[in-house]
């Protein structure tokens, strides 16, 4: 059975500093590792996907996530906070085809961006 | 523009009292599925489909109901709303091929729902 940790539910960050968002995984296979983005009163938004290629993921508006299998974690991060940032961010896990693409989320992190 | 849309956003109701919340896409994608998302607790999937007439239960199945008729239609149904059924529903959906873009899935706005 696949799980997702998410240390921190909420994270506040000053503008313009490091964002770091923790996800920790349990998964029997090797995993498929998604983030997704929901902002106030709206849908969730697919941020970035690990699907066994490159370790290091690039995605939209900055954030980029790295893959470590040793440590079952896939940590999301962007170097310079902006305002726009504030919002909620989920990582999910899904085990693949043989599992039906099943998606499992973490609880989510809300992230506080300070002028 | 491809979507997933949900009605109503907002409903508010009375305990025993039936209601569908509707969800549709234009996406001609086979999978949907439905979450129900909780401070805390992230998002748990309820129902899914895998294609028209093929349903099955995912996590927290309980109190719900739901039915796959056409390809673009996937409502919920709460036979009778309880008030722990109170959350934000999340209707979702992908395509069943192969490759990468089938483990994207696209999520509708949401609907608030509380039971009083």
């Known amino acids: 059975a696949q799980s997702v940790t998410q240390l921190g539910s909420h994270v506040s960050v000053s503008e313009g500093a490091l964002v770091l968002l923790r996800c920790n995984y349990s998964?029997?296979?090797?995993?498929?590792l998604f983030w997704y983005v929901q902002y106030p009163n709206q849908g969730l938004q697919l941020l970035l996907k690990?699907?066994?290629?490159?370790?290091l993921v690039k995605g939209i508006n900055g954030f980029e996530a790295e893959f470590k299998k040793s440590e079952t974690s896939f940590h999301l991060t962007k170097p310079s906070a902006h305002m726009s940032d504030a919002a909620e961010y989920f990582c999910?896990?899904?085990?693949?085809?043989?599992?039906?693409?099943?998606?499992?989320f973490g609880g989510g992190t809300r992230v506080l961006v300070k002028p | 523009e491809a979507q997933v849309t949900q009605n109503p956003r907002y409903l508010i109701t009375v305990t025993g009292k039936k209601l569908t919340v509707t969800c549709s896409q234009n996406?001609?994608?086979?999978?949907m599925s439905w979450y129900r998302q909780d401070p805390g607790l992230g998002l748990r999937q309820i129902y899914y489909?895998?294609?028209?007439?093929?349903?099955d239960k995912g996590d927290v199945p309980e109190g719900y109901k739901v039915s796959r008729k056409e390809k673009r239609n996937f409502p919920l149904i709460l036979e009778s709303p309880s008030p722990n059924q109170t959350s934000l529903y999340f209707c979702?959906?992908?395509?069943?091929?192969?490759?990468?873009?089938?483990?994207?899935?696209?999520f509708g706005p949401g609907t608030r729902l509380t039971v009083t």
């Open positions: 979702a959906s992908r395509g069943l091929g192969s490759g990468r873009a089938a483990y994207e899935q696209y």
């Open positions: 998964s029997s296979v090797p995993p498929y």
């Open positions: 690990y699907t066994s290629a490159a370790t």
């Open positions: 999910a896990v899904s085990e693949g085809p043989a599992a039906g693409n099943k998606l499992t």
């Open positions: 996406m001609n994608h086979e999978y």
């Open positions: 489909s895998m294609n028209v007439e093929v349903t």
